[in-house]
């Protein structure tokens, strides 16, 4: 198992990687966003581990390059900042996790652990689904030739469902993954968000891609058109 650890505080980055190293793992140090970019893709981790605030490029400049590469590498991201919306931020470019400073050691193992479990599948460049297509690196949506503009987080549940096709996908799971693992806000939001992403890819195209699943939640399925 091993991890990158992205940090400028030398003193608490060798302190993570003793800790570390004591529970079996492989750890290399990266004091700049810069060298932590180019570790991250040069080598092969299983896990990084990434703080926000870095010199030469910040963490959420380094996250933003490796998901535009297509390095699917689980990223925990790790900061003194707190607050929903560097969360928001931070997922809403790719992130897995999120941990803010000060931290429990024994939380830290855990989240890694759970992030190992899941592992990086393999994500296709570009997800369709009749004429719709989603390109996840450009981040660009399109229905046919017409570019649709849609917010981080709209981008970020509509992938998700491009990614799960025919699958019908609760609330809870959707929170899960497209706002936030510890998410313990009113589930009702993603209906809200639900009705946002139909107005823009379904309503103005005469299309039903999202299907509701009464009782269950929502699915993307084969386009019709009305």
């Given at each position: 198992?091993?991890?990158?650890?992205?940090?400028?505080?030398?003193?608490?980055?060798?302190?993570?990687?003793?800790g570390?190293?004591?529970?079996?793992?492989?750890?290399?140090?990266?004091?700049?966003?810069?060298?932590?970019?180019?570790?991250?893709?040069?080598?092969?981790?299983?896990?990084?581990?990434?703080?926000?605030?870095?010199?030469?490029?910040?963490?959420?400049e380094?996250?933003?390059?490796?998901?535009?590469?297509?390095?699917?590498t689980?990223v925990?991201?790790?900061?003194?900042?707190?607050?929903?919306?560097?969360?928001?931020?931070?997922?809403d470019?790719?992130?897995?996790?999120?941990?803010?400073?000060?931290f429990?050691?024994?939380?830290?193992?855990?989240?890694?652990?759970?992030?190992?479990?899941?592992?990086?599948?393999?994500?296709?460049?570009v997800?369709?689904?009749?004429?719709?297509?989603?390109?996840?690196?450009?981040?660009?949506?399109?229905?046919?030739?017409?570019?649709?503009?849609?917010?981080?987080?709209?981008?970020?549940?509509?992938?998700?469902?491009?990614?799960?096709?025919?699958t019908?996908?609760?609330k809870?799971e959707?929170?899960?993954?497209?706002?936030?693992?510890?998410?313990?806000?009113?589930?009702?939001?993603?209906?809200?968000?639900?009705?946002?992403?139909?107005?823009?890819?379904?309503?103005?195209?005469g299309?039903?891609?999202?299907?509701?699943?009464?009782?269950?939640?929502?699915?993307?399925?084969?386009?019709?058109?009305?």
């Amino acid at each position: 198992m091993r991890l990158l650890i992205v940090e400028d505080e030398r003193e608490f980055a060798e302190t993570l990687r003793r800790g570390l190293v004591a529970e079996g793992f492989t750890v290399d140090v990266a004091h700049t966003g810069r060298e932590g970019l180019w570790r991250a893709t040069e080598q092969e981790y299983d896990v990084v581990v990434l703080d926000i605030m870095l010199p030469e490029l910040s963490g959420y400049e380094v996250l933003k390059r490796l998901r535009a590469a297509e390095n699917w590498t689980p990223v925990l991201m790790l900061t003194a900042k707190d607050g929903e919306y560097d969360e928001a931020d931070a997922f809403d470019l790719g992130a897995d996790d999120y941990l803010s400073k000060p931290f429990s050691f024994v939380v830290l193992i855990a989240r890694l652990r759970a992030l190992l479990r899941r592992g990086a599948p393999a994500r296709p460049a570009v997800l369709e689904a009749g004429d719709l297509r989603l390109d996840p690196s450009a981040r660009t949506v399109h229905r046919g030739q017409q570019r649709i503009e849609l917010t981080a987080r709209e981008f970020g549940l509509l992938e998700f469902l491009l990614r799960r096709p025919g699958t019908a996908l609760t609330k809870n799971e959707i929170l899960g993954h497209v706002w936030d693992a510890h998410y313990d806000g009113d589930e009702n939001v993603v209906e809200v968000y639900i009705g946002y992403l139909r107005r823009k890819i379904d309503v103005p195209f005469g299309t039903r891609t999202i299907e509701t699943v009464r009782g269950v939640g929502y699915r993307l399925v084969d386009v019709t058109r009305s």
